[in-house]
Nanobody, 124 residues
C-alpha cells in the first residue's frame, strides 16, 4: 500500500506560481512512477504530468507544457509540481497518484493509489 498526502494548493492570481507537494509512505517510493492529475468542476479528471522512478523521464499534458515542472526527491519520498504562469483554466482539484511500476503513464487507470487532492484556484 501507498499513502499519498498532497499540500501546497491555494488561491493565486493569473500569472502567479504555486508548488504542490505529495508526500508518500508505505512502500519503496523510489521504485514507482508518479503522476499528477486534476479535475475541474463538471469535468473529467485529466492528466497533468508524470515522472519515472528515477526522475529521468517526464511527460506533460500539452496544456501545461512549458509552464509546469514535475520533479521528485526520493530521499524525502516526495514528488513536486511547480506551476508557473498560472491561468484561470488551471483551476481544479489536483491529485497525486502512484503506479505499481517504475514508469510514466498519462492514463489514470494505470495508477493504483491516489491522494485526497488539493484545491488550486487561479483568479482572473
Amino acid at each position: 500500500q501507498v499513502q499519498l498526502v498532497e499540500s501546497g494548493g491555494g488561491l493565486v492570481q493569473t500569472g502567479g506560481s504555486l508548488r504542490l507537494s505529495c508526500a508518500a509512505s508505505g512502500r519503496t517510493f523510489s521504485s514507482i512512477g508518479m503522476g499528477w492529475f486534476r479535475q475541474a468542476p463538471g469535468k473529467e479528471r485529466e492528466f497533468v504530468a508524470t515522472i519515472s522512478w528515477s526522475g529521468g523521464s517526464t511527460y506533460y499534458a500539452d496544456s501545461v507544457k512549458g509552464r509546469f515542472t514535475i520533479s521528485r526527491d526520493n530521499a524525502k519520498n516526495t514528488v513536486y509540481l511547480q506551476m508557473n504562469s498560472l491561468k484561470p483554466e488551471d483551476t481544479a482539484v489536483y491529485y497525486c497518484a502512484a503506479r505499481g511500476t517504475k514508469y510514466t503513464s498519462s492514463w489514470y487507470r494505470d495508477y493504483d493509489h491516489w491522494g485526497q487532492g488539493t484545491q488550486v484556484t487561479v483568479s482572473s
